[in-house]
């Protein structure tokens, strides 16, 4: 099973959007499968793209259905995660200031765990693909950054489309050359 994290800013423009969801068409047609948060902007975006071959990670029951609306027609699973304990566990060691979040933060934080790591028969990710604002400093902001620092501490590759050579990465990244 091939999976990706397609995770990423809620503040997208329609041409970021437009070029997510051929990404995800893209990665869809590579027999890919995008784990998502199911968060406005990015997430959803990846999730449209993916023709169905997708998998969402929720914080709690019903978590932004009022706009995407997991359903077996447009994803092949869905979990309910943000309680469960590895997940929670992983706000404390990846987050900055994990004291400062409140439980509902903590919730959304604990699923991105599962946006990596997957969840039952869903592996961990070959890499994630993301749609963020970077620091000068190339840290990833909010929530996208929490998975990015749980990608980077399992060396799985980061490939940002706000980023100059994304292109280029995610060409070498799905063709190696040995």
């Known amino acids: 099973m091939k999976t990706y994290a397609g995770i990423g800013s809620r503040d997208i423009s329609l041409e970021e959007r437009t070029k997510i969801i051929a990404i995800a ?20 975006a990846f999730q449209l793209g993916s023709n169905g071959q997708c998998v969402v990670f929720l914080p709690w ?16 699973d869905h979990f309910i995660v ?11 060691e990846f ?3 994990p004291k400062q979040l409140t439980a509902g933060a903590r919730k959304l934080m604990a699923r991105n765990y599962y946006q990596i790591h ?4 869903y592996p961990k990710v070959d890499f994630v693909m993301c749609c963020a604002d970077q620091d000068n400093l190339g840290n ?3 929530g996208t950054g929490q998975v990015v620092r749980i990608a980077k ?13 994304w292109e280029d990465e995610l060409h070498d990244l799905l063709n190696p050359i040995f």
Not at 82 to 92: A, R, W
Not at 153 to 165: A, K, L
């Open 25 to 44: 068409d893209n990665l869809c047609g590579l027999d890919y499968i995008v784990y998502s948060g199911n968060a406005n902007g990015a997430d959803v």
């Open 61 to 76: 029951a019903r978590f932004n259905f009022g706009v995407f609306e997991p359903t077996p027609k447009y994803h092949l």
């Open 82 to 92: 943000g309680g469960e304990p590895e997940g929670l566990e992983s706000v404390y």
């Open 95 to 97: 987050h900055p200031n």
């Open 118 to 121: 997957g969840y039952k028969d």
């Open 140 to 142: 990833v902001k909010g």
């Open 153 to 165: 501490s399992m060396n799985i590759p980061i490939i940002n489309i706000r980023t100059e050579y």
